[in-house]
């Protein structure tokens, strides 16, 4: 089983850059960057010193529900390339230690016993494990520190 790490979608983020509410229907805080802990979810990489940047709430499901977990996240102000789809975890994430990894499935809802915090060098085997059972639709992964949505995990 290979693991996809996938960034937001482009509609998504086009969406915010152009100035739609985010998930609590607030427009998108500006900021500018001074090129330290900024990493833009579309694009998966740092937005340099001096840039700007927004700061937002994602909600990274389709409907409102128990399960769907909304917080902030990073995005370049101005439309950037979106990450490829990867069998590789994205460089950006080799700077921080380790991220909560959790299964969800095809409804949405959280499968129970699929979240832990994974050291980042075994985030695509912990992926790959959990992609094996059947219930399981695809993962999210997120700040071990601050629950910050990182990207999605799909089977490849």
Do not use: W
């Not at 086009?14 to 805080?29: I, K, N, S, V």
């Not at 809802?109 to 695809?138: D, F, K, N, S």
């Amino acid at each position: 089983m290979t693991p996809i790490f996938k960034a937001m979608p482009s509609e998504a983020a086009r969406a915010l850059q152009a100035g739609r509410p985010d998930a609590y229907g607030l427009p998108p805080e500006r900021k500018i960057s001074d090129g330290d802990g900024v990493p833009c979810r579309h694009c998966l990489e740092n937005v340099a010193a001096g840039e700007a940047y927004l700061v937002l709430a994602y909600r990274p499901f389709p409907a409102l529900q128990p399960y769907a977990e909304t917080g902030p996240i990073f995005l370049h102000a101005r439309p950037c390339l979106r990450a490829g789809d990867s069998p590789s975890l994205p460089a950006l994430f080799a700077q921080t230690s380790d991220y909560i990894l959790r299964g969800y499935d095809q409804d949405d809802r959280i499968i129970y016993g699929t979240g832990a915090v994974v050291p980042t060098p075994a985030i695509a085997e912990r992926a790959a494990q959990l992609l094996t059972r059947p219930e399981v639709a695809y993962l999210h992964m997120r700040s071990s520190r601050n629950n910050c949505y990182q990207c999605r995990i799909e089977r490849g």
